[in-house]
């Protein structure tokens, strides 16, 4: 049974998508704020995050970057929001979709399903396992000895398959806004997971350098 972390402020709209949730045999947890969110996802594991963009406390953009730290959570957001802008940032901050309010119940649980089944594909498809409650990488059925910042910038390849993280993306994820890292860090890591991801399979290439972009890891 997935456990969905539901991050909403108006109760009526929470009431409906956590009932419609429980309905099909999701496990929901509710949260009214962004620290309550924080607070239940440090002491639990959940395989997807519906996030209000619009919270009193913590923006859902920022919660999601929050959220994200060391650990790999799809994401839909929830928002009133419907300017284009708005959901360019949230798809480009990583949210695997966007949600327009006021959304058919039976839409958003179709959606819930479409992403979770995203994750399961990728894992059959790519030769990867992420167990993120342990915080570990398999690859090819063995486990990779990966240091935190390696399993971190892992954790985020696996989240977005096939699209391109910048650097500066990276960084932000893996090493939170306040480090003193430089470009050339998340360059060092790369070339280390790469040569891991070798040791089990010589052949093996799955994580693309973008020139003048980025990175990203190539699935299929």
């Known amino acids: 049974m997935a456990r969905i972390l ?7 709209i929470a009431q409906t998508v956590a009932f419609a949730l429980r309905a099909e045999g999701f ?7 962004g620290r309550e969110a924080l607070r239940l996802a440090a002491g639990s594991t959940f395989d997807l995050a519906l996030l209000d963009v619009g919270l009193p406390d913590i923006d859902g953009y920022a919660l999601l970057r929050e959220l994200r730290r060391g650990r790999d ?3 839909i957001f929830l928002t009133a929001r419907q300017a284009e802008a708005e959901r360019v940032l949230g798809l480009e901050l990583g949210a695997d979709d966007y949600i327009a309010k006021p959304f058919s119940p039976r839409e958003l649980v179709a959606r819930v399903r479409a992403v979770l089944r995203r994750g399961r594909a990728l894992q059959t498809s ?15 059925g063995r486990l990779l000895d990966l240091t935190r910042y390696e399993y971190g910038v892992m954790a985020a ?14 960084m932000d994820r893996v090493w939170g806004d306040g480090s003193d890292s430089t470009d050339r860090t998340v360059d060092t890591h790369i070339k280390t997971l790469r040569a891991k991801l070798r040791e089990i399979d010589a052949e093996a290439d799955p994580i693309r350098t973008q020139r003048g972009l980025g ?3 190539q699935v299929g």
Not at 126 to 140: I, K, L, P, Q, T
């Open 215 to 217: 990175y990203s890891l």
């Open 6 to 12: 539901l991050v909403e402020d108006e109760g009526a």
């Open 157 to 170: 390849l696996l989240q977005r398959p096939g699209a391109i993280l910048t650097r500066a993306q990276l």
């Open 27 to 33: 496990d929901t947890v509710h949260a009214l704020t």
């Open 126 to 140: 790519s030769g990867f396992e992420h167990d993120a409650e342990g915080h570990r990488v398999f690859f090819r």
């Open 73 to 75: 959570l799809p994401a």
